[in-house]
T-cell receptor, first 110, second 116 residues
C-alpha cells in the first residue's frame, strides 16, 4: 500500500472551509484514497473515498490531482464537532488492510 | 451505513487474566474483519485479519498465541487477550467489510482495555 503523508495539525475557524491535504506520491493505479476521522476514544468514521475523479457526499468533498499523487479533503463549513484526527489512506483494492499514518489533528475554533 | 458493534467498550482486568472482545456486524455479513490496536496519542496499528471459517492472519510482531482470534460466523469475530499484562493495556478496534460489495471498511467504537 502507498504511504501517505499529512501535516500533523491544522486549525480552522468555525463556519469556514477546512482543507486537509494528503500526499500519496507512490500510489499505484488501482489504489483508492480513503478518508476517515477519529474523534477521541472512538473508532474511525468513514468520510469519503475516490479513485480518480473528484467525489462529494453529504460530509465532504475529495479533490484528487490528475497525477493522483495528492488529494485534499474539504469540509465546506467546519463545525466544532469536526474537531478530530483525520486519516488519509491509500489501499490497493481487494486487500482492505488499511495502514494508518499519523493523520492530521484538526481543531475547529469558535 | 453499515454498523459494526464492539463490546465491551471498556474493561478493567487483573494481570494474568484473559479478556474477550466481541465485534459484530449488525446489518450485513462480513467474511473478513480486521483488528487494530491503538496506544495513547498514536495511530492505529493493524494486528490481524480475521477470516470467517479459517485461521486469522497476524501481522509481523503480533503474538498469535496471546491474541486469539475466532471468526465463527459471518457476523461475529472475537479477540481474546490471553494472560493479559499491563503492557497489553490499549484501545482495541475492529473493522469489517461488507461481503460481496463496497470498497470501504466500517469500524467498531473500540474497546479500552486496562490491565492492572
Amino acid at each position: 500500500d502507498a504511504k501517505t503523508t499529512q501535516p500533523p495539525s491544522m486549525d480552522c475557524a468555525e463556519g469556514r472551509a477546512a482543507n486537509l491535504p494528503c500526499n500519496h506520491s507512490t500510489i499505484s493505479g488501482n489504489e483508492y484514497v480513503y478518508w476517515y476521522r477519529q474523534i477521541h476514544s472512538q473508532g474511525p468514521q468513514y468520510i469519503i473515498h475516490g479513485l480518480k475523479n473528484n467525489e462529494t457526499n453529504e460530509m465532504a468533498s475529495l479533490i484528487i490531482t490528475e497525477d493522483r499523487k495528492s488529494s485534499t479533503l474539504i469540509l465546506p463549513h467546519a463545525t466544532l464537532r469536526d474537531t478530530a484526527v483525520y486519516y488519509c489512506i491509500a489501499d490497493t483494492s481487494g486487500t482492505y488492510k488499511y495502514i494508518f499514518g499519523t493523520g492530521t489533528r484538526l481543531k475547529v475554533l469558535a | 451505513g453499515a454498523v459494526v458493534s464492539q463490546h465491551p467498550s471498556r474493561v478493567i482486568c487483573k494481570s494474568g487474566t484473559s479478556v474477550k472482545i466481541e465485534c459484530r456486524s449488525l446489518d450485513f455479513q462480513a467474511t473478513t474483519m480486521f483488528w487494530y490496536r491503538q496506544f495513547p496519542k498514536q495511530s492505529l496499528m493493524l494486528m490481524a485479519t480475521s477470516n470467517e471459517g479459517s485461521k486469522a492472519t497476524y501481522e509481523q510482531g503480533v503474538e498469535k498465541d496471546k491474541f486469539l482470534i475466532n471468526h465463527a460466523s459471518l457476523t461475529l469475530s472475537t479477540l481474546t487477550v490471553t494472560s493479559a499484562h499491563p503492557e497489553d493495556s490499549s484501545f482495541y478496534i475492529c473493522s469489517a467489510r461488507v461481503t460481496g460489495g463496497g470498497e470501504k471498511l466500517f469500524f467498531g467504537s473500540g474497546t479500552q482495555l486496562s490491565v492492572l
